[in-house]
């Protein structure tokens, strides 16, 4: 169960819950704007996710999946498969490829956390038996543009998904 802003309109914002549900809410009105039954078990988390001048929320679930929404559209544009064995995975959020697996060491990860800074990207996970936090390292892409660049993301999807 989770709750997260709009990034681009700091009025609305998204939540979900054990339900199965994801909410929209206006911050001027008890009920939500719109309504998804979006996961077959219960959904543990919720992000906007800004790609390329478009607008996407991501939902992570007890079904172990994570989905992929277009915010405008309402519609679910992708699931990503997740399992539970301790592992998170890394996806391209542009074509959703799977990009690497890692194990990891500290059992399963419940939470992540990311900062996007100046000179870099930090990943912090939360784990059944501890904290790891980390340098997310990148090579430009050669032939691309540094606008196009800057607007490629990577997914970060949990074994357990953000418990």
């Not at 939540?15 to 009105?29: A, G």
């Not at 699931?79 to 500290?106: K, M, P």
Request: glycine share 6%.
């Amino acid at each position: 169960m989770q709750v997260a802003f709009n990034t681009k309109e700091n009025l609305t914002f998204t939540s979900v819950s054990h339900d199965c549900t994801v909410k929209t809410w206006n911050l001027r009105s008890s009920d939500p704007i719109l309504q998804v039954e979006a996961h077959s078990k219960g959904i543990n988390c919720v992000d906007f996710l800004s790609c390329v001048d478009k607008q996407y929320l991501i939902t992570g679930s007890d079904d172990h999946t994570a989905k992929v929404w277009d915010f405008q559209t309402q519609t679910c544009v992708q699931i990503l498969q997740g399992s539970e064995d301790g592992t998170f995975s890394v996806w391209d959020a542009t074509n959703y490829r799977l990009l690497n697996t890692q194990i990891s060491e500290l059992g399963r990860v419940w939470a992540i956390g990311f900062a996007r800074l100046e000179v870099s990207h930090m990943l912090i996970l939360g784990c059944d038996e501890g904290m790891v936090m980390g340098k997310i390292v990148c090579q430009k892409l050669l032939g691309k543009i540094e606008r196009f660049y800057e607007e490629v993301y990577v997914f970060f999807i949990l074994s357990s998904y953000c418990h």
